[in-house]
């Protein structure tokens, strides 16, 4: 069953614990047993009372029973409570810290195709359900699995004749309930799928206020929003249906149970069959059972509304990262910085290749240009070269050894890449420089932001390092983003390089100051660079010309135009078209920095 097996899966969370978790359990279940006692003494009481003549000595002793049954009771639930609700919420944020970690190492293309919304609202909602059922399993579950397995037995064996009815009406009401679960569980799923796809839509449109306020969308959004919330509304309704059913019926079970006990009780007491203690005792027994049947309702509701979300949950955590280290594989340490692509061919869909037979040398320090037009693989080939997918063929090799034998973290620490977007954390600048170098000081700081022309703008701006830069850098200009992820990269002092030219104009002033920038970093460094920029492609020692996923040109900028082929076609429509004047800032330069 479904939701046994996720049921377990929660309570083998507890595995670090599992001392602590039993010892509590074990307690549970001691207390749920003297909790039988109650009702028994009461009707030993009452038999007492009603028995002639009556006398403290007969009744002292029961209450004396009673007495210390009570304070144990309190005192021992307390402490459960207590150590199970810390234990739970600790576990709680283990989980959560364990589902960051995790998904943070699931490669690139596992995020492309999940929201991170989405991703967000499974790990809090996850772990949410987790707290919740630890909780109670160690408050509820264990005391009503008790309560069915010897209260039951038990009633058979203090009058079975009122015990056989006792667990009739048990069996009658457990089976309703079931059937009302079956009815209901595809819907709870359904349920949970538009709950992640509302998470997901929010966050989208949060992500993008600019594009909502541009384009005046405030509107349209929060329509789109309400249609996700009428269709997770148009699902949850009829289950809520079903669960007024239940309710219903757990009250009619309380009257019918209690009436039941009372007339069947009295018949048997006129027959001499039950005496009126045994009555009372069953009517405890009643209660208690009532009592437990609901909160076991509560705790199957509970399962059965937390399943979809704790199955979203483990989907997660059971997702295999495509791109993880081989048993064995190496740290070399600083790496000199020669790349090698032999035949390498990669497809995202298994189908069209989005680079085929790929094969190029780069000796340590020299600069390739990947040129060509948009969707040609340039991108591709270097996601492949610091391995954000491994290649369906052929290899790539990093000083002669192929990288997928390098362990992922001495691969990743041994290439900068500056993104396009110059992608920043919402954090001070500082914080997003010592990304590149989690040591580095003030000094060190200060002289990568200087190298990369960005030291004026941090020092121009209120609190200088300390200025929070906003979500994903909002609070910068295109321009400062890049600067300082190339500062970053100065920190980083990786032995390659992988730069993605920004594409979008910047002012004339920028530009030369983002020139100089690039030209420092790259020194000494085997670098590529997706080449949007004339500047850039004269510079650089070979030129890769891709096309529909290979290279079909290879060679200097001279040596290229000379072949008069793609690339002078090309370079011509691109590079060559005529340059802006100094001092024309260029359509964009509002953007720039
Ligand atoms: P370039 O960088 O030259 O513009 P890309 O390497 O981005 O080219 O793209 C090469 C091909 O792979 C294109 O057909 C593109 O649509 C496809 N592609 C790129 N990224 C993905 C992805 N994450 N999933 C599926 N296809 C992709």
Same mark, same amino acid.
């Given at each position: 069953?479904?939701?046994?097996?996720?049921?377990?899966?929660?309570?083998?969370?507890?595995?670090?614990?599992?001392?602590?978790?039993?010892?509590?359990?074990?307690?549970?279940?001691?207390?749920?047993?003297?909790?039988?006692?109650?009702?028994?003494?009461?009707?030993?009481?009452?038999? $007492?009372?009603?028995?002639?003549?009556?006398?403290?000595?007969?009744?002292?002793?029961?209450?004396?029973?009673?007495?210390?049954?009570?304070?144990?009771?309190?005192?021992?639930?307390?402490?459960?409570?207590?150590?199970?609700?810390?234990?739970?919420?600790?576990?709680?944020?283990?989980?959560?810290?364990?589902?960051?970690?995790?998904?943070?190492?699931?490669?690139?293309?596992?995020? #492309?195709?999940?929201?991170? #919304?989405?991703?967000?609202?499974?790990?809090?909602?996850?772990?949410?359900?987790?707290? $919740?059922?630890?909780?109670?399993?160690?408050?509820?579950?264990?005391?009503?699995?008790?309560?069915?397995?010897?209260?039951?037995?038990?009633?058979?064996?203090?009058?079975?004749?009122?015990?056989?009815?006792?667990?009739?009406?048990?069996?009658?009401?457990?089976?309703? +309930?079931?059937?009302?679960?079956?009815?209901?569980?595809?819907?709870?799923?359904?349920?949970?799928?538009?709950?992640? =796809?509302?998470? =997901?839509?929010?966050?989208?449109?949060?992500?993008?206020?600019?594009?909502?306020? !541009?384009?005046?969308?405030?509107?349209?959004?929060?329509?789109?929003?309400?249609?996700?919330?009428?269709?997770?509304?148009?699902?949850?309704?009829?289950?809520?249906?079903?669960?007024?059913?239940?309710?219903?019926?757990?009250?009619?079970?309380?009257?019918?149970?209690?009436?039941?006990?009372?007339?069947?009780?009295?018949?048997?007491?006129?027959?001499?069959?039950?005496?009126?203690?045994?009555?009372?005792?069953?009517?405890?027994?009643?209660?208690?059972?009532?009592?437990?049947?609901?909160?076991?309702?509560?705790?199957?509701?509970?399962?059965?509304?937390?399943?979809?979300?704790?199955?979203?949950?483990?989907?997660?955590?059971? +997702?295999?990262?495509?791109?993880?280290?081989?048993?064995?594989?190496?740290?070399?340490?600083?790496?000199?910085? =020669?790349?090698?692509?032999?035949?390498?061919?990669? $497809?995202?869909?298994?189908?069209?290749?989005?680079?085929?037979?790929?094969?190029?040398?780069? @000796?340590?320090?020299?600069?390739?240009?990947?040129? #060509?037009?948009?969707?040609?693989?340039?991108?591709?080939?270097?996601?492949?070269?610091?391995?954000?997918?491994?290649?369906?063929?052929?290899?790539?090799?990093?000083?002669?050894? /192929?990288?997928?034998?390098?362990?992922? $973290?001495?691969?990743?620490?041994?290439?900068?890449?500056?993104?396009?977007?110059?992608?920043?954390?919402?954090?001070?600048?500082? =914080?997003?420089?010592?990304?590149?170098?989690?040591?580095?000081?003030?000094?060190?700081?200060?002289?990568?932001?200087?190298?990369?022309?960005?030291?004026?703008?941090?020092?121009?701006?209120?609190? #200088?390092?300390?200025? @929070?830069?906003?979500?994903?850098?909002?609070?910068? !200009?295109?321009?400062?983003?890049?600067?300082?992820?190339?500062?970053?990269?100065?920190?980083?002092?990786?032995?390659?390089?992988?730069?993605?030219?920004?594409?979008?104009?910047?002012?004339?002033?920028?530009?030369? @100051?983002?020139?100089?920038?690039? /030209?420092?970093?790259?020194?000494?460094?085997?670098?590529?660079?997706?080449?949007?920029?004339?500047?850039?492609?004269?510079?650089?020692?070979?030129?890769?010309?891709?096309?529909?996923?290979?290279?079909?040109?290879?060679?200097?900028?001279?040596?290229?135009?000379?072949?008069?082929?793609?690339?002078?076609?090309?370079?011509?429509?691109?590079?060559?078209?005529?340059?802006?004047?100094?001092?024309?800032?260029?359509?964009?330069?509002?953007?720039?920095?």
């Amino acid at each position: 069953m479904k939701l046994l097996r996720i049921y377990l899966r929660v309570l083998g969370l507890l595995g670090n614990v599992r001392r602590v978790a039993w010892i509590l359990a074990i307690s549970n279940l001691a207390i749920a047993s003297t909790q039988f006692a109650e009702p028994i003494l009461f009707g030993k009481v009452i038999d $007492s009372l009603t028995s002639k003549p009556g006398s403290w000595a007969a009744l002292a002793p029961l209450l004396a029973a009673w007495v210390a049954f009570g304070l144990f009771n309190i005192v021992a639930s307390t402490l459960i409570a207590l150590h199970s609700d810390r234990l739970a919420h600790r576990q709680r944020y283990y989980v959560l810290r364990d589902y960051f970690q995790h998904i943070l190492q699931l490669p690139a293309s596992y995020h #492309g195709d999940i929201h991170s #919304g989405r991703l967000m609202k499974i790990m809090l909602q996850g772990t949410d359900s987790l707290w $919740s059922m630890w909780v109670n399993f160690f408050r509820d579950h264990l005391a009503s699995l008790v309560m069915f397995f010897i209260l039951l037995p038990l009633s058979l064996f203090l009058n079975w004749r009122l015990g056989v009815m006792l667990i009739l009406l048990t069996a009658l009401f457990a089976v309703l +309930t079931w059937f009302v679960i079956r009815k209901t569980d595809a819907l709870q799923a359904r349920v949970e799928e538009h709950f992640s =796809e509302l998470a =997901e839509r929010a966050s989208d449109t949060l992500g993008n206020v600019a594009l909502v306020h !541009s384009f005046v969308r405030v509107d349209a959004e929060v329509h789109g929003l309400k249609n996700v919330i009428d269709k997770l509304l148009a699902a949850q309704i009829p289950v809520l249906s079903w669960w007024a059913v239940i309710s219903v019926l757990t009250r009619a079970a309380t009257t019918i149970t209690i009436l039941s006990i009372i007339s069947v009780g009295a018949w048997l007491n006129f027959q001499g069959l039950a005496t009126v203690g045994e009555i009372v005792t069953f009517m405890g027994f009643a209660g208690m059972l009532i009592d437990k049947l609901q909160s076991t309702l509560h705790f199957v509701n509970g399962v059965f509304y937390d399943a979809p979300r704790l199955k979203e949950f483990f989907d997660v955590l059971d +997702t295999v990262p495509t791109v993880r280290d081989r048993p064995g594989a190496l740290d070399p340490g600083r790496m000199k910085g =020669e790349v090698e692509f032999r035949g390498v061919t990669f $497809s995202y869909d298994q189908r069209m290749p989005a680079v085929e037979n790929l094969s190029f040398v780069a @000796r340590p320090g020299e600069t390739i240009a990947l040129v #060509g037009p948009t969707g040609a693989g340039k991108s591709t080939a270097l996601a492949l070269l610091h391995r954000t997918f491994d290649p369906q063929g052929g290899a790539i090799l990093v000083d002669g050894t /192929d990288i997928r034998d390098l362990r992922l $973290s001495a691969l990743r620490r041994n290439i900068g890449v500056v993104f396009q977007e110059g992608l920043l954390f919402n954090r001070s600048i500082a =914080e997003n420089l010592q990304i590149g170098k989690p040591d580095a000081g003030v000094d060190e700081l200060r002289l990568a932001a200087q190298r990369a022309q960005a030291l004026d703008f941090i020092e121009d701006g209120r609190h #200088g390092f300390d200025s @929070r830069v906003g979500e994903r850098g909002r609070l910068l !200009s295109g321009g400062e983003r890049q600067r300082l992820a190339i500062a970053r990269a100065f920190l980083k002092d990786a032995p390659i390089l992988i730069l993605d030219e920004a594409t979008s104009a910047l002012d004339a002033r920028t530009e030369t @100051r983002l020139l100089a920038a690039l /030209d420092e970093v790259m020194k000494g460094r085997t670098t590529f660079v997706i080449a949007h920029r004339l500047a850039t492609v004269r510079r650089a020692d070979r030129i890769l010309m891709f096309d529909k996923g290979h290279i079909v040109e290879s060679g200097s900028f001279d040596e290229l135009i000379a072949l008069n082929g793609r690339f002078a076609e090309l370079a011509r429509a691109q590079f060559l078209a005529p340059e802006r004047k100094p001092d024309d800032p260029g359509p964009q330069a509002a953007a720039g920095a």
